[in-house]
């Protein structure tokens, strides 16, 4: 697996950029604009839809959906306590369910929700299909799931860095998780933040799907790779911190390089 896609990396990486999350990550990787462009999948026709959002951080995903449905229908979960805190002092949170948890083995019952939503938490699932699957026995029949990741960079530099950090999918791995799992009618949409120009390749994607009939996926998985529970060794605890180090470097590198790309875009739109 790649760097910081591993549960515990992952939940330490956000144990510490949980606090400048919503002033210095959002504006550059995930944009108001573009979350509306992704949460169009989701079909929120009734406020009274049962909808949880998986991987929800600091909530900013939740805040467009609970312009939609009303907070005490929609669940919060996340394996980051952290975050979670954070997104309880928005007020616009403060009547919606949060809940610690795990996207690959979700802490819900079965056939419980109208609407599954993942945005920016699919790249580091150690285990991509095994959360989709989750995603599938929650939902009711007719349900949807949205999920949104990122798509591999054309930049030489931002691809480098994107082979040892996180999971990149292609778009034919989404669709294939999601028709493995069971869902059907498929659709896509491509989302991208104002700074990104690169014709040679899409910045990511938001894919969404309806489960058509009750009970848990029809696909067939192994044991987990992972759990958050389990002991680490002191040679494990070696390795994870050399790769949490490693991982936090070639993560922090992609701030600079988004936020000049996003001041060239910024100094081109006054010129």
């Known amino acids: 697996m790649r760097l910081i896609q591993h549960k515990k990396e992952a939940y330490w990486f956000y144990r510490f950029l949980s606090i400048t999350y919503d002033r210095w990550v959002n504006p550059l ?40 449905v009303a907070p005490e229908n929609v669940t919060m979960l996340d394996q980051s306590p952290h975050q979670l805190a954070r997104a309880a002092a928005k007020p616009p949170l403060r009547s919606c369910r949060r809940l610690e948890g795990d996207a690959e083995a979700l802490p819900l019952e079965t056939d419980s929700f109208d609407r599954y939503v993942s945005a920016g938490s699919i790249e580091y699932w150690p285990e991509p299909q095994r959360a989709v699957a989750e995603a599938y026995r929650v939902l009711r029949p007719g349900g949807v799931a949205v999920f949104v990741g990122p798509l591999p960079p054309a930049n030489r530099i931002l691809s480098w860095l994107s082979k040892q950090w996180m999971l990149f999918p292609r778009e034919s791995d989404y669709r294939a998780w999601l028709a493995a799992a069971g869902f059907t009618e498929i659709v896509t949409a491509y989302v991208a933040p104002g700074w990104h120009r690169d014709r040679r390749s899409p910045y990511g994607l938001a894919i969404a799907g309806t489960k058509p009939s009750p009970g848990p996926s029809p696909v067939r998985l192994p044991a987990p790779r992972e759990r958050l529970d389990e002991p680490m060794t002191p040679g494990r605890r070696l390795r994870f911190a050399a790769r949490f180090l490693a991982g936090s470097a070639a993560g922090a590198a992609f701030v600079p390089i988004a936020a000049a790309l996003a001041l060239r875009e910024r100094l081109g739109r006054r010129s």
Do not use: K, N
């Open 29 to 68: 990787f995930w944009t108001p604009q573009m979350r509306s462009q992704a949460l169009r999948l989701a079909r929120f026709d009734q406020p009274s839809l049962a909808t949880v959002d998986v991987g929800a951080g600091t909530g900013f995903t939740t805040e467009g959906i609970v312009r939609q």
